[in-house]
């Protein structure tokens, strides 16, 4: 692994269903995030890591959980997804030399139907 | 409340140069930083101000002043592989980035 990785890459989910989407790290960075992306739409943070073993909320965090047991993963839970959860969720690490940058997965792709 | 604004949407010719203008009003401030996103991937990126001035890495070129909650992207030279958003975020007074909705910069031969 060299980066940030996620999966699934793409997801449909009917409502009410249960969704982790996974987050992991390679480059030992001590904060990561997770954010969504809509059309029209800046990112918004979901939640946010300083560190693992720690956690906070970002702007929009109703309808998901996160954990941090370890440095290099960050998974995001929907509890029970509802079609508002349409979207395409980033996740992302800073720290290490660069502390001021943020670094980007890929992305996942969801849609709940 | 916090705000992001920049132009929705910029068309440019092939070769030459655009300025993608981003403003700014946030609680605290503690650095900007542009991005580019390619459709259907992840952001990356670009560049970082926290002083005002010019930042100049290449072809790509980023100002910022503080006093006016202002900020710019110039591109020089455009490439067709250009095209793309560019995302211009600000940190606030808690670390955390707020993101403008993105500009879609459209390259034409």
């Known amino acids: 692994i060299a980066g940030i990785t996620q999966a699934p890459t793409s997801q449909i989910l009917a409502a009410g269903r249960r969704m982790t989407l996974r987050c992991t790290q390679d480059?030992?960075?001590?904060?990561m995030y997770w954010y969504r992306q809509d059309l029209g739409l800046g990112l918004r943070l979901i939640h946010y890591?300083?560190?693992?073993?720690?956690?906070g909320k970002g702007e929009v965090p109703d309808g998901y959980s996160v954990s941090r047991a370890n440095t290099d993963d960050f998974p995001l839970t929907l509890a029970s997804a509802v079609p508002s959860q349409t979207s395409v969720y980033f996740c992302?690490?800073?720290?290490?030399?660069?502390?001021?940058?943020?670094?980007f997965g890929p992305g996942t792709r969801l849609t709940v139907l | 409340g916090q705000n992001i604004d920049q132009p929705t949407e910029m068309t440019a010719t092939e070769g030459a140069i655009v300025q993608i203008n981003c403003t700014y009003q946030?609680?605290?401030?503690?650095?900007l930083f542009w991005y580019q996103q390619h459709a259907g991937e992840a952001p990356t990126f670009l560049s970082y101000?926290?002083l005002d001035g010019l930042e100049e890495k290449g072809r790509f070129s980023s100002f910022l002043s503080r006093s006016k909650g202002y900020s710019y992207l110039l591109l020089k030279e455009l490439q067709m592989k250009d095209s793309a958003s560019y995302l211009c975020?600000?940190?606030?007074?808690?670390?955390?980035?707020?993101w403008g909705a993105g500009t879609k910069l459209i390259i034409k031969p």
């Open positions: 101000n926290v």
């Open positions: 480059m030992r960075h001590n904060a």
């Open positions: 890591s300083n560190t693992a073993g720690t956690t």
């Open positions: 992302a690490s800073s720290g290490g030399r660069d502390t001021d940058t943020q670094y």
């Open positions: 975020a600000v940190r606030d007074s808690n670390y955390q980035l707020i």
């Open positions: 946030t609680s605290g401030f503690n650095g």
